[in-house]
Protein backbone atom coordinates (compact mmCIF):
# COMPACT_ATOMS: atom_id res chain seq x y z
CA UNK A 1 0.00 0.00 0.00
CA UNK A 2 1.04 3.73 -0.52
CA UNK A 3 2.30 4.31 2.96
CA UNK A 4 2.48 7.97 2.55
CA UNK A 5 -0.99 8.38 1.45
CA UNK A 6 -2.03 5.60 4.24
CA UNK A 7 0.10 7.63 6.79
CA UNK A 8 -2.01 10.21 7.39
CA UNK A 9 -4.31 10.23 10.87
CA UNK A 10 -7.61 10.22 9.97
CA UNK A 11 -10.46 12.27 11.66
CA UNK A 12 -12.03 10.06 12.88
CA UNK A 13 -9.35 7.72 15.03
CA UNK A 14 -9.99 7.62 18.76
CA UNK A 15 -7.41 7.56 21.15
CA UNK A 16 -5.96 4.30 22.81
CA UNK A 17 -8.37 2.12 25.07
CA UNK A 18 -6.63 1.01 28.55
CA UNK A 19 -7.65 -2.58 28.32
CA UNK A 20 -6.18 -4.78 30.73
CA UNK A 21 -7.15 -7.93 28.34
CA UNK A 22 -4.90 -6.82 25.66
CA UNK A 23 -2.01 -8.97 25.10
CA UNK A 24 1.02 -9.26 23.73
CA UNK A 25 -0.11 -10.80 20.31
CA UNK A 26 -2.62 -8.34 19.89
CA UNK A 27 -0.77 -5.36 20.51
CA UNK A 28 1.42 -6.73 17.94
CA UNK A 29 -1.46 -7.48 15.24
CA UNK A 30 -2.99 -3.99 15.82
CA UNK A 31 0.35 -2.14 15.40
CA UNK A 32 1.27 -4.50 12.55
CA UNK A 33 -1.95 -2.84 10.84
CA UNK A 34 -1.96 0.43 12.25
CA UNK A 35 -4.95 0.15 14.01
CA UNK A 36 -5.71 2.16 17.46
CA UNK A 37 -7.71 -0.25 20.12
CA UNK A 38 -10.41 1.38 20.99
CA UNK A 39 -12.78 -1.58 22.20
CA UNK A 40 -12.27 -4.28 25.49
CA UNK A 41 -11.43 -7.51 24.56
CA UNK A 42 -14.29 -8.89 26.39
CA UNK A 43 -14.43 -11.90 24.48
CA UNK A 44 -12.17 -15.33 24.55
CA UNK A 45 -12.64 -18.43 22.63
CA UNK A 46 -15.73 -20.27 24.21
CA UNK A 47 -17.82 -16.65 24.21
CA UNK A 48 -16.78 -15.54 20.66
CA UNK A 49 -17.46 -19.54 19.76
CA UNK A 50 -20.78 -19.20 21.47
CA UNK A 51 -21.78 -16.02 19.72
CA UNK A 52 -21.17 -17.01 16.28
CA UNK A 53 -22.76 -20.70 16.78
CA UNK A 54 -25.76 -19.27 17.94
CA UNK A 55 -25.87 -16.75 15.17
CA UNK A 56 -25.07 -19.01 12.15
CA UNK A 57 -28.01 -21.13 13.59
CA UNK A 58 -27.33 -24.10 11.17
CA UNK A 59 -29.95 -26.26 12.42
CA UNK A 60 -32.38 -23.82 13.38
CA UNK A 61 -32.13 -22.37 9.84
CA UNK A 62 -32.69 -25.86 8.21
CA UNK A 63 -36.44 -25.56 9.07
CA UNK A 64 -37.36 -22.69 7.63
CA UNK A 65 -34.71 -22.17 4.76
CA UNK A 66 -35.49 -26.02 3.10
CA UNK A 67 -38.33 -24.80 1.38
CA UNK A 68 -36.46 -24.24 -1.95
CA UNK A 69 -34.62 -27.51 -1.96
CA UNK A 70 -38.06 -29.48 -1.39
CA UNK A 71 -39.71 -27.75 -4.54
CA UNK A 72 -36.50 -28.60 -6.71
CA UNK A 73 -35.91 -32.47 -5.93
CA UNK A 74 -37.20 -33.07 -2.41
CA UNK A 75 -35.39 -34.20 0.19
CA UNK A 76 -32.14 -35.96 -2.30
CA UNK A 77 -31.67 -31.86 -3.47
CA UNK A 78 -31.65 -31.15 0.83
CA UNK A 79 -29.61 -34.20 1.67
CA UNK A 80 -27.12 -34.10 -1.02
CA UNK A 81 -26.74 -30.32 -1.20
CA UNK A 82 -26.01 -29.55 2.69
CA UNK A 83 -23.20 -31.81 2.22
CA UNK A 84 -21.37 -29.87 -0.41
CA UNK A 85 -22.94 -26.77 1.42
CA UNK A 86 -21.03 -28.12 4.28
CA UNK A 87 -17.67 -28.85 2.52
CA UNK A 88 -17.50 -25.65 0.46
CA UNK A 89 -18.33 -23.53 4.10
CA UNK A 90 -15.49 -25.73 5.72
CA UNK A 91 -13.05 -24.65 2.66
CA UNK A 92 -14.34 -21.02 2.68
CA UNK A 93 -13.87 -20.98 6.92
CA UNK A 94 -10.16 -22.10 6.72
CA UNK A 95 -9.81 -19.89 3.95
CA UNK A 96 -10.76 -16.97 6.09
CA UNK A 97 -9.28 -18.28 8.57
CA UNK A 98 -6.00 -17.85 7.67
CA UNK A 99 -6.25 -14.47 6.52
CA UNK A 100 -7.70 -13.50 9.60
CA UNK A 101 -4.71 -14.52 11.56
CA UNK A 102 -3.11 -12.55 9.18
CA UNK A 103 -5.13 -9.34 9.72
CA UNK A 104 -7.23 -9.67 12.85
CA UNK A 105 -9.02 -5.98 12.62
CA UNK A 106 -13.07 -5.63 12.64
CA UNK A 107 -13.11 -4.97 9.02
CA UNK A 108 -12.44 -8.49 7.43
CA UNK A 109 -12.29 -9.28 4.42
CA UNK A 110 -11.93 -5.46 2.95
CA UNK A 111 -9.16 -4.94 5.15
CA UNK A 112 -7.54 -8.29 3.92
CA UNK A 113 -8.21 -7.03 -0.01
CA UNK A 114 -6.47 -3.72 0.50
CA UNK A 115 -3.15 -6.06 1.89
CA UNK A 116 -3.25 -8.40 -0.42
CA UNK A 117 -4.20 -6.24 -4.03
CA UNK A 118 -2.10 -5.78 -6.87
CA UNK A 119 -0.76 -1.84 -6.47
CA UNK A 120 -3.10 0.44 -8.48
CA UNK A 121 -6.14 -2.03 -7.48
CA UNK A 122 -6.19 -2.01 -3.85
CA UNK A 123 -8.35 0.87 -3.12
CA UNK A 124 -11.24 -0.11 -5.49
CA UNK A 125 -11.06 -3.42 -4.90
CA UNK A 126 -10.96 -3.05 -1.10
CA UNK A 127 -13.94 -0.66 -1.17
CA UNK A 128 -16.03 -2.92 -3.27
CA UNK A 129 -15.23 -5.60 -0.94
CA UNK A 130 -16.26 -3.29 2.07
CA UNK A 131 -19.16 -2.24 0.54
CA UNK A 132 -20.77 -5.41 -1.02
CA UNK A 133 -20.04 -7.06 2.75
CA UNK A 134 -22.10 -4.25 4.61
CA UNK A 135 -24.84 -5.25 2.32
CA UNK A 136 -24.86 -8.54 3.22
CA UNK A 137 -24.59 -8.16 7.17
CA UNK A 138 -27.56 -5.52 6.93
CA UNK A 139 -29.28 -7.75 5.09
CA UNK A 140 -28.88 -10.61 7.55
CA UNK A 141 -30.19 -7.96 10.24
CA UNK A 142 -33.09 -7.80 8.03
CA UNK A 143 -33.70 -11.23 7.61
CA UNK A 144 -33.08 -12.78 10.98
CA UNK A 145 -36.27 -10.57 11.99
CA UNK A 146 -38.05 -11.32 9.32
CA UNK A 147 -37.97 -15.28 10.26
CA UNK A 148 -38.30 -14.32 13.72
CA UNK A 149 -41.63 -12.13 12.94
CA UNK A 150 -43.53 -14.54 10.31
CA UNK A 151 -43.02 -17.43 12.40
CA UNK A 152 -44.47 -15.34 15.37
CA UNK A 153 -47.44 -15.00 12.89
CA UNK A 154 -47.15 -18.95 11.75
CA UNK A 155 -48.01 -19.87 15.44
CA UNK A 156 -50.72 -17.20 15.76
CA UNK A 157 -52.46 -18.85 12.20
CA UNK A 158 -51.91 -22.04 13.61
CA UNK A 159 -53.65 -21.31 17.03
CA UNK A 160 -56.38 -19.22 15.62
CA UNK A 161 -57.53 -20.32 11.92
CA UNK A 162 -59.78 -17.14 11.96
CA UNK A 163 -56.40 -14.90 12.06
CA UNK A 164 -56.80 -12.72 9.19
CA UNK A 165 -52.75 -12.94 8.27
CA UNK A 166 -51.98 -9.54 7.01
CA UNK A 167 -48.27 -8.80 5.91
CA UNK A 168 -48.16 -5.37 7.51
CA UNK A 169 -48.87 -7.27 11.01
CA UNK A 170 -45.20 -9.58 10.30
CA UNK A 171 -43.84 -5.94 9.82
CA UNK A 172 -45.02 -4.34 13.02
CA UNK A 173 -43.03 -7.78 14.58
CA UNK A 174 -40.23 -6.97 12.18
CA UNK A 175 -39.85 -3.77 14.04
CA UNK A 176 -40.19 -5.03 17.88
CA UNK A 177 -37.63 -8.00 17.27
CA UNK A 178 -35.29 -5.44 15.74
CA UNK A 179 -35.98 -3.13 18.61
CA UNK A 180 -34.97 -5.53 21.53
CA UNK A 181 -32.28 -6.91 19.78
CA UNK A 182 -31.20 -3.20 19.44
CA UNK A 183 -31.57 -2.26 23.14
CA UNK A 184 -29.48 -5.80 23.99
CA UNK A 185 -26.85 -4.74 21.67
CA UNK A 186 -26.16 -1.76 23.44
CA UNK A 187 -27.58 -0.73 26.81
CA UNK A 188 -27.11 -4.34 27.57
CA UNK A 189 -23.78 -4.41 25.74
CA UNK A 190 -21.73 -5.35 29.14
CA UNK A 191 -23.40 -8.43 29.12
CA UNK A 192 -23.57 -9.34 25.38
CA UNK A 193 -19.95 -11.72 26.90
CA UNK A 194 -21.65 -13.65 29.63
CA UNK A 195 -24.95 -14.12 28.01
CA UNK A 196 -23.34 -15.63 24.87
CA UNK A 197 -22.27 -18.84 26.93
CA UNK A 198 -26.08 -19.15 27.77
CA UNK A 199 -27.25 -19.00 24.18
CA UNK A 200 -24.78 -21.31 23.25
CA UNK A 201 -25.62 -24.05 26.02
CA UNK A 202 -29.49 -23.44 24.86
CA UNK A 203 -28.23 -23.53 21.25
CA UNK A 204 -27.36 -26.90 21.89
CA UNK A 205 -29.89 -27.86 24.03
CA UNK A 206 -32.84 -26.98 21.86
CA UNK A 207 -31.44 -29.11 19.22
CA UNK A 208 -32.28 -32.34 21.33
CA UNK A 209 -35.52 -30.39 22.25
CA UNK A 210 -36.74 -30.42 18.81
CA UNK A 211 -34.89 -33.58 17.38
CA UNK A 212 -36.49 -36.28 19.77
CA UNK A 213 -40.10 -35.54 19.91
CA UNK A 214 -39.45 -34.59 15.85
CA UNK A 215 -38.06 -38.18 15.44
CA UNK A 216 -40.66 -39.94 17.65
CA UNK A 217 -44.06 -38.74 16.80
CA UNK A 218 -43.89 -38.35 13.08
CA UNK A 219 -44.89 -40.66 10.45
CA UNK A 220 -41.46 -41.58 8.94
CA UNK A 221 -41.16 -42.10 4.72
CA UNK A 222 -38.84 -44.77 3.40
CA UNK A 223 -34.64 -44.11 2.79
CA UNK A 224 -35.61 -44.74 -1.15
CA UNK A 225 -37.70 -41.61 -0.84
CA UNK A 226 -35.45 -39.21 1.06
CA UNK A 227 -31.65 -40.42 -0.74
CA UNK A 228 -32.86 -42.12 -3.87
CA UNK A 229 -35.72 -39.80 -5.51
CA UNK A 230 -35.67 -36.67 -7.11
CA UNK A 231 -39.25 -34.85 -7.94
CA UNK A 232 -39.06 -31.63 -9.21
CA UNK A 233 -41.95 -29.84 -8.45
CA UNK A 234 -40.64 -26.37 -9.66
CA UNK A 235 -41.32 -26.79 -12.97
CA UNK A 236 -37.44 -26.82 -14.46
CA UNK A 237 -36.85 -28.78 -17.78
CA UNK A 238 -33.39 -29.87 -16.11
CA UNK A 239 -32.73 -31.98 -13.10
CA UNK A 240 -29.08 -30.87 -12.79
CA UNK A 241 -30.56 -27.03 -12.91
CA UNK A 242 -33.34 -27.63 -10.48
CA UNK A 243 -30.83 -29.44 -7.82
CA UNK A 244 -28.04 -26.46 -8.36
CA UNK A 245 -31.14 -23.87 -7.51
CA UNK A 246 -32.70 -26.24 -4.40
CA UNK A 247 -28.59 -26.09 -3.17
CA UNK A 248 -28.12 -22.84 -3.61
CA UNK A 249 -30.50 -20.96 -2.01
CA UNK A 250 -31.90 -23.42 0.67
CA UNK A 251 -28.50 -25.65 1.90
CA UNK A 252 -26.24 -22.75 2.32
CA UNK A 253 -28.44 -20.39 4.47
CA UNK A 254 -27.60 -22.22 7.03
CA UNK A 255 -24.27 -22.33 6.76
CA UNK A 256 -23.35 -18.67 6.21
CA UNK A 257 -22.11 -15.96 8.21
CA UNK A 258 -18.52 -17.61 9.71
CA UNK A 259 -17.17 -14.52 8.88
CA UNK A 260 -18.43 -13.05 11.75
CA UNK A 261 -15.45 -13.55 14.59
CA UNK A 262 -13.72 -11.88 12.14
CA UNK A 263 -15.66 -8.50 12.61
CA UNK A 264 -15.57 -8.84 16.42
CA UNK A 265 -11.76 -9.48 16.27
CA UNK A 266 -10.71 -6.25 18.02
CA UNK A 267 -13.43 -7.24 20.77
CA UNK A 268 -10.93 -10.30 21.06
CA UNK A 269 -8.31 -11.79 23.28
CA UNK A 270 -5.53 -13.65 21.54
CA UNK A 271 -7.43 -12.96 17.96
CA UNK A 272 -4.99 -13.98 15.65
CA UNK A 273 -5.60 -17.16 16.78
CA UNK A 274 -8.90 -17.53 18.67
CA UNK A 275 -11.04 -15.87 15.66
CA UNK A 276 -9.61 -18.92 13.07
CA UNK A 277 -10.28 -21.63 15.02
CA UNK A 278 -13.72 -20.10 16.00
CA UNK A 279 -14.64 -20.06 12.91
CA UNK A 280 -13.65 -23.42 11.45
CA UNK A 281 -15.16 -24.81 14.83
CA UNK A 282 -18.45 -23.24 14.32
CA UNK A 283 -18.73 -24.51 10.66
CA UNK A 284 -17.75 -28.17 12.18
CA UNK A 285 -20.31 -28.04 15.06
CA UNK A 286 -23.26 -26.28 13.34
CA UNK A 287 -22.35 -28.54 10.31
CA UNK A 288 -22.96 -31.64 12.45
CA UNK A 289 -25.82 -30.65 14.02
CA UNK A 290 -27.85 -29.13 10.65
CA UNK A 291 -26.35 -32.96 9.19
CA UNK A 292 -28.57 -34.19 11.69
CA UNK A 293 -31.67 -32.15 11.40
CA UNK A 294 -31.50 -32.30 7.87
CA UNK A 295 -31.83 -36.45 7.68
CA UNK A 296 -34.55 -36.37 10.52
CA UNK A 297 -36.58 -33.93 8.68
CA UNK A 298 -36.42 -35.34 5.17
CA UNK A 299 -37.83 -38.18 6.56
CA UNK A 300 -40.32 -36.65 8.27
CA UNK A 301 -41.90 -34.17 5.69
CA UNK A 302 -41.88 -37.05 3.08
CA UNK A 303 -45.49 -38.33 4.01
CA UNK A 304 -47.39 -34.82 4.00
CA UNK A 305 -44.72 -33.12 1.85
CA UNK A 306 -47.68 -31.41 -0.38
CA UNK A 307 -49.87 -30.26 2.30
CA UNK A 308 -46.55 -28.72 4.13
CA UNK A 309 -45.56 -26.92 0.93
CA UNK A 310 -48.62 -25.26 0.71
CA UNK A 311 -49.06 -24.46 4.72
CA UNK A 312 -51.00 -21.38 4.90
CA UNK A 313 -48.03 -20.41 7.47
CA UNK A 314 -45.45 -20.49 5.13
CA UNK A 315 -43.68 -22.25 6.92
CA UNK A 316 -43.73 -26.17 5.65
CA UNK A 317 -41.87 -27.47 9.12
CA UNK A 318 -44.98 -25.77 11.25
CA UNK A 319 -47.19 -28.15 8.90
CA UNK A 320 -44.47 -31.21 9.89
CA UNK A 321 -44.52 -30.23 13.47
CA UNK A 322 -48.31 -30.23 13.82
CA UNK A 323 -48.61 -33.63 12.28
CA UNK A 324 -46.43 -34.82 14.81
CA UNK A 325 -47.06 -32.96 17.82
CA UNK A 326 -50.34 -31.18 17.22
CA UNK A 327 -51.51 -27.64 18.43
CA UNK A 328 -49.83 -27.36 21.63
CA UNK A 329 -46.76 -29.04 20.70
CA UNK A 330 -45.99 -26.78 17.77
CA UNK A 331 -46.37 -23.73 19.57
CA UNK A 332 -43.96 -24.98 21.81
CA UNK A 333 -41.79 -26.23 19.55
CA UNK A 334 -41.71 -22.80 16.91
CA UNK A 335 -41.35 -21.14 20.13
CA UNK A 336 -38.15 -22.66 20.69
CA UNK A 337 -37.34 -21.47 17.03
CA UNK A 338 -38.23 -18.28 17.60
CA UNK A 339 -36.08 -17.59 20.45
CA UNK A 340 -33.42 -18.89 18.92
CA UNK A 341 -33.55 -16.90 15.77
CA UNK A 342 -34.08 -13.75 17.89
CA UNK A 343 -30.96 -14.64 20.03
CA UNK A 344 -29.46 -15.24 16.19
CA UNK A 345 -30.54 -11.55 14.97
CA UNK A 346 -28.60 -9.88 18.74
CA UNK A 347 -25.51 -11.40 16.82
CA UNK A 348 -26.25 -10.48 13.09
CA UNK A 349 -26.67 -6.85 14.54
CA UNK A 350 -23.58 -6.76 16.77
CA UNK A 351 -21.36 -8.08 13.43
CA UNK A 352 -23.05 -5.64 10.88
CA UNK A 353 -22.02 -2.63 13.00
CA UNK A 354 -18.82 -3.71 13.26
CA UNK A 355 -18.20 -3.72 9.99
CA UNK A 356 -20.33 -0.90 9.04
CA UNK A 357 -18.04 0.96 11.94
CA UNK A 358 -14.66 -0.33 10.75
CA UNK A 359 -15.73 0.40 7.12
CA UNK A 360 -16.50 4.01 7.91
CA UNK A 361 -13.82 4.42 10.28
CA UNK A 362 -11.59 4.01 6.85
CA UNK A 363 -14.10 6.35 5.13
CA UNK A 364 -15.53 3.48 3.16
CA UNK A 365 -18.93 4.86 3.56
CA UNK A 366 -21.29 8.14 3.10
CA UNK A 367 -20.51 10.28 6.50
CA UNK A 368 -17.96 8.02 7.50
CA UNK A 369 -16.97 10.52 10.08
CA UNK A 370 -19.87 10.31 11.74
CA UNK A 371 -20.76 6.80 11.95
CA UNK A 372 -17.22 6.02 13.05
CA UNK A 373 -17.84 7.27 16.42
CA UNK A 374 -17.20 5.06 19.42
CA UNK A 375 -19.18 5.89 22.38
CA UNK A 376 -16.98 5.86 25.59
CA UNK A 377 -19.46 5.21 27.73
CA UNK A 378 -20.83 1.56 26.41
CA UNK A 379 -17.21 1.52 24.36
CA UNK A 380 -19.26 0.46 21.44
CA UNK A 381 -20.08 1.81 17.83
CA UNK A 382 -23.07 3.45 18.92
CA UNK A 383 -23.85 5.52 15.75
CA UNK A 384 -22.99 2.81 13.64
CA UNK A 385 -25.46 0.24 15.62
CA UNK A 386 -28.55 2.53 15.14
CA UNK A 387 -27.94 2.47 11.27
CA UNK A 388 -27.53 -0.98 10.88
CA UNK A 389 -31.11 -0.97 12.63
CA UNK A 390 -33.06 1.47 11.09
CA UNK A 391 -31.94 0.11 7.73
CA UNK A 392 -33.57 -2.94 8.32
CA UNK A 393 -36.63 -1.23 9.89
CA UNK A 394 -37.27 0.39 6.69
CA UNK A 395 -36.51 -2.74 4.52
CA UNK A 396 -39.22 -4.08 6.75
CA UNK A 397 -41.64 -1.72 4.89
CA UNK A 398 -40.92 -3.72 1.86
CA UNK A 399 -42.80 -6.85 3.40
CA UNK A 400 -46.20 -4.58 3.49
CA UNK A 401 -46.27 -4.25 -0.27
CA UNK A 402 -44.63 -8.00 -1.71
CA UNK A 403 -43.36 -11.05 0.34
CA UNK A 404 -41.81 -12.00 -2.81
CA UNK A 405 -39.75 -8.27 -3.22
CA UNK A 406 -38.85 -8.68 0.26
CA UNK A 407 -37.39 -12.31 -0.05
CA UNK A 408 -35.23 -10.64 -2.22
CA UNK A 409 -33.58 -8.65 0.47
CA UNK A 410 -33.37 -12.21 2.34
CA UNK A 411 -31.17 -13.23 -1.34
CA UNK A 412 -28.91 -10.49 -0.49
CA UNK A 413 -27.43 -12.15 2.64
CA UNK A 414 -25.74 -14.95 0.11
CA UNK A 415 -25.09 -13.14 -2.64
CA UNK A 416 -22.97 -10.38 -0.41
CA UNK A 417 -21.20 -12.14 2.44
CA UNK A 418 -20.51 -14.86 -0.55
CA UNK A 419 -18.60 -12.07 -3.38
CA UNK A 420 -17.45 -10.66 0.11
CA UNK A 421 -15.40 -13.68 0.76
CA UNK A 422 -14.62 -14.85 -2.96
CA UNK A 423 -12.70 -11.78 -3.63
CA UNK A 424 -10.01 -11.59 -1.12
CA UNK A 425 -9.90 -15.99 -1.43
CA UNK A 426 -9.20 -15.04 -5.33
CA UNK A 427 -6.10 -12.49 -4.12
CA UNK A 428 -4.43 -14.57 -1.80
CA UNK A 429 -4.72 -18.11 -4.14
CA UNK A 430 -3.05 -15.64 -6.68
CA UNK A 431 -0.33 -14.92 -4.46
CA UNK A 432 -0.12 -18.59 -3.04
CA UNK A 433 0.30 -19.59 -6.90
CA UNK A 434 2.59 -16.71 -8.06
CA UNK A 435 4.91 -17.68 -5.40
CA UNK A 436 4.69 -13.99 -3.85
CA UNK A 437 5.52 -13.34 -0.02
CA UNK A 438 2.94 -13.55 2.15
CA UNK A 439 2.55 -12.00 5.80
CA UNK A 440 1.46 -15.43 7.54
CA UNK A 441 -0.30 -15.30 10.97
CA UNK A 442 0.25 -17.73 14.00
CA UNK A 443 -2.74 -19.83 12.03
CA UNK A 444 -2.22 -20.71 8.03
CA UNK A 445 -2.92 -23.66 6.17
CA UNK A 446 0.49 -24.99 4.85
CA UNK A 447 0.82 -26.46 1.39
CA UNK A 448 -2.68 -27.64 1.01
CA UNK A 449 -4.09 -23.72 1.18
CA UNK A 450 -4.01 -23.00 -2.56
CA UNK A 451 -6.04 -26.55 -2.58
CA UNK A 452 -8.71 -25.52 -0.40
CA UNK A 453 -8.41 -21.74 -1.61
CA UNK A 454 -9.61 -22.97 -5.32
CA UNK A 455 -12.20 -25.69 -4.17
CA UNK A 456 -13.58 -22.53 -2.16
CA UNK A 457 -13.39 -19.99 -5.11
CA UNK A 458 -15.07 -22.60 -6.96
CA UNK A 459 -18.14 -23.35 -4.56
CA UNK A 460 -18.83 -19.47 -4.13
CA UNK A 461 -19.01 -18.78 -7.57
CA UNK A 462 -21.46 -21.81 -8.10
CA UNK A 463 -23.49 -20.53 -5.06
CA UNK A 464 -23.97 -16.85 -5.54
CA UNK A 465 -24.31 -17.56 -9.33
CA UNK A 466 -27.60 -19.91 -8.87
CA UNK A 467 -28.96 -17.40 -5.79
CA UNK A 468 -30.10 -15.16 -8.14
CA UNK A 469 -32.47 -17.87 -10.00
CA UNK A 470 -36.23 -17.86 -9.30
CA UNK A 471 -37.21 -20.73 -7.21
CA UNK A 472 -39.35 -22.11 -9.79
CA UNK A 473 -41.14 -21.48 -13.38
CA UNK A 474 -43.33 -20.28 -14.50
CA UNK A 475 -42.03 -16.88 -13.33
CA UNK A 476 -44.60 -14.09 -12.47
CA UNK A 477 -43.95 -11.06 -10.33
CA UNK A 478 -44.63 -12.81 -7.23
CA UNK A 479 -42.48 -15.91 -7.81
CA UNK A 480 -39.73 -14.02 -9.09
CA UNK A 481 -36.56 -14.06 -7.35
CA UNK A 482 -36.01 -9.81 -7.16
CA UNK A 483 -32.45 -10.02 -5.66
CA UNK A 484 -30.67 -9.85 -8.76
CA UNK A 485 -32.45 -6.01 -9.20
CA UNK A 486 -32.05 -5.48 -5.86
CA UNK A 487 -28.06 -6.07 -5.94
CA UNK A 488 -27.62 -4.37 -8.28
CA UNK A 489 -29.43 -1.14 -7.47
CA UNK A 490 -27.46 -1.36 -4.24
CA UNK A 491 -23.98 -1.79 -6.26
CA UNK A 492 -25.62 0.65 -8.51
CA UNK A 493 -25.43 3.29 -6.01
CA UNK A 494 -22.60 2.73 -4.14
CA UNK A 495 -20.36 2.70 -7.25
CA UNK A 496 -21.63 6.10 -8.49
CA UNK A 497 -21.37 7.60 -4.86
CA UNK A 498 -17.26 6.23 -4.99
CA UNK A 499 -17.05 7.61 -8.73
CA UNK A 500 -18.29 11.01 -7.59
CA UNK A 501 -17.05 11.24 -3.74
CA UNK A 502 -15.52 7.81 -2.16
CA UNK A 503 -12.78 7.13 -4.27
CA UNK A 504 -11.29 11.16 -2.81
CA UNK A 505 -11.35 9.81 0.51
CA UNK A 506 -10.95 6.01 0.54
CA UNK A 507 -7.58 4.92 -0.32
CA UNK A 508 -7.54 1.47 1.65
CA UNK A 509 -7.33 1.06 5.58
CA UNK A 510 -6.36 4.52 7.24
CA UNK A 511 -3.34 3.93 9.32
CA UNK A 512 -3.61 5.65 12.62
CA UNK A 513 -0.53 4.54 14.76
CA UNK A 514 3.15 4.20 13.17
CA UNK A 515 3.80 0.75 11.46
CA UNK A 516 5.33 -2.05 13.39
CA UNK A 517 7.28 -3.19 10.35
CA UNK A 518 8.46 -7.32 10.51
CA UNK A 519 9.76 -9.00 7.36
CA UNK A 520 7.70 -10.87 5.65
CA UNK A 521 8.30 -14.52 5.31
CA UNK A 522 8.12 -16.06 2.12
CA UNK A 523 5.05 -18.08 1.47
Same mark, same amino acid.
Given at each position: ???????????????????????????????????VQVF?????????? &????????? !????????? /??????????????????????????????????????????????????????????? !??????????????????????????????? /???????????????????????????????????????????????????????????????????????????????????????? &?????????????? &????????????????????????????????????????????????????? /????FIEV???????????????????????????????????????????????????????????????????????????????????????????????????????????????????????? &?? !???????????????????????????????????????????????????????YAIV??????????????????????
Amino acid at each position: MDSEKQAQPTAVAEKPIDNANNTEQDEAAMAEVGKVQVFKRNFGFWTIL &GLTASMMCT !WEGVFFANA /TAMLNGGPSTLVYGFIYAFLGAAATALSLGEMASMYPTSGGQYHWCAMLAPPGQQAFLS !WITGWIATIGWIANTAAGAFFAATMIQGIIL /TDNANYDYQRWHGTLLMWAVLLVVFLINSVGTKLLALVEGFIFVLHLSAFLAILIPLVYFSPHGSAKDVFGSFVDNAGWSSDGLSWFI &GFSLSANLPLIGYD &GPAHMAEEVRNASTVVPWCMISTVLLNGLLGWAIVIAYSFCIVPTIDDALTSP /TGYDFIEVFYNAMGKAGTAGMTAVLIVLMWLATVGFLATASRQTWAFARDRGLPFSNYFAHVNKTLSLPLRSLVLCSVIPCLIALINIGSTAAFNAIVSLTEAGLFLSYLIPIILIMIKKIKGEEVHY &GP !WKLGKVGVFVNGFSAVFLTISVFFSFFPPAIPVTAVTMNWSVAVFGGFLILGLIWYAIVGRHHYSGPIVERPLLITEEPKS
